[in-house]
């Protein structure tokens, strides 16, 4: 189908919805009907929405990645393969990266969706070399600039008052993989080097939850939400209280997802970045904790 005959088609189905009375489908889930007859899995990791609500936007039944990685038989093949996924420093949530090295894809058309907060440098291409290496080769790799939920650089707060055109570019991505378009997103390192991308991939790629967080006891009801949001089981309960420890994703699900905002960042003293504004918290509005916890919980 054309981009001609998809507005004709976007057209009638809108007449039609407004003559039935029900609500009209988004433009995005339009789209999504392009994909059907084919067999399309899009593969997700997300810790406070956005990541989740893109695949949605490109699948009916995202998979998570945690939870897949819990199966013994890791080989997937469809017509269609997505990964859609946060960028951290440039590159790919371990997880992720886990994930792609053990299990084994086989899809005529490979389509990799990053999504981003500020600047996503040599992501695109990074991802693409890396899922080459293992493996995948993608068709197509791109991003899209959302909330940033990287709370030592960023309020909360002010993130959510800035508008980031995603419907708009969402609708763009959705259009390219519509006609199975060719396409990595090329770097642009803008102020960044190397070897100051690698000493920033050091720093969040080794860390351990115990290193990175702290608890305010005053405020936490000892809830679990954290245990229930955390991809790598670093939250138990004790005759203590909370306990943490472990190798720890940097992914930020379980301080963004705390109702009680009883968990932070250690302080700047301490040799950790502290936060922009530990009393705002983030989670896409489209996405509920019940979502995060389903995609999550160990
Ligand atoms: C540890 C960490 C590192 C991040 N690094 C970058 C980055 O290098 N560039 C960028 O634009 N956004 C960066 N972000 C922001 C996230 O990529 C962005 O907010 C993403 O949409 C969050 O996805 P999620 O809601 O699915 O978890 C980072 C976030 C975290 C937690």
């Not at 088609?9 to 007449?15: F, Q, R």
């Not at 995948?136 to 709370?151: A, E, R």
């Not at 707060?157 to 980031?164: E, G, L, S, Y």
């Not at 009680?260 to 904790?289: M, V």
Request: include cysteine; charged fraction near 25%; glycine fraction near 6%.
């Amino acid at each position: 189908m054309d981009r001609r005959d998809a507005l004709k088609t976007m057209g009638a189905s809108l007449a039609a919805v407004a003559m039935a009375g029900i609500a009209p489908l988004t433009h995005a889930a339009i789209l999504k009907d392009r994909s059907k007859g084919k067999k399309r899995l899009v593969f997700y990791f997300t810790a406070t929405g956005n990541s989740l609500f893109v695949a949605k936007q490109l699948s009916d039944n995202p998979l998570s990645i945690p939870q897949e990685l819990k199966k013994k038989d890791l080989s997937y093949k469809a017509d269609e393969i997505g990964f859609v996924f946060p960028d951290y420093a440039a590159s790919a949530p371990l997880i992720v990266r886990e994930f792609v090295k053990k299990a084994k894809f086989e899809a005529p058309y490979i389509f990799s969706v990053i999504t981003f907060g500020n600047a996503c440098v040599n992501v695109a291409e990074w991802w693409n070399k890396f899922a080459g290496e293992n493996g995948v080769k993608n068709n197509y790799v791109n991003t899209i600039l959302m909330v940033d939920n990287y709370l030592p650089v960023f309020d909360m707060n002010q993130q959510m008052t800035i508008d980031k055109h995603v419907d708009e570019n969402l609708a763009k991505i959705l259009d390219d993989l519509g006609s199975h378009k060719q396409f990595i997103l090329p770097s642009d390192m803008g102020w960044f080097n190397e070897e100051g991308l690698k000493r920033l991939q050091d720093a969040h790629f080794n860390m351990t939850a115990d290193k990175l967080l702290q608890v305010k006891e005053d405020r936490c009801i000892e809830c679990l939400t954290c245990a229930n949001v955390c991809p790598h089981k670093n939250f138990s309960l004790t005759d203590r209280g909370l306990k943490i420890g472990g190798m720890c994703e940097y992914c930020l699900a379980c301080v963004h997802n705390c109702p009680q905002k009883a968990l932070t960042l250690r302080s700047a003293r301490e040799g950790r970045p502290g936060e922009r504004n530990p009393e705002a918290r983030y989670r896409n509005p489209n996405i509920s904790l019940n979502e995060i916890i389903r995609s999550n919980r160990q």
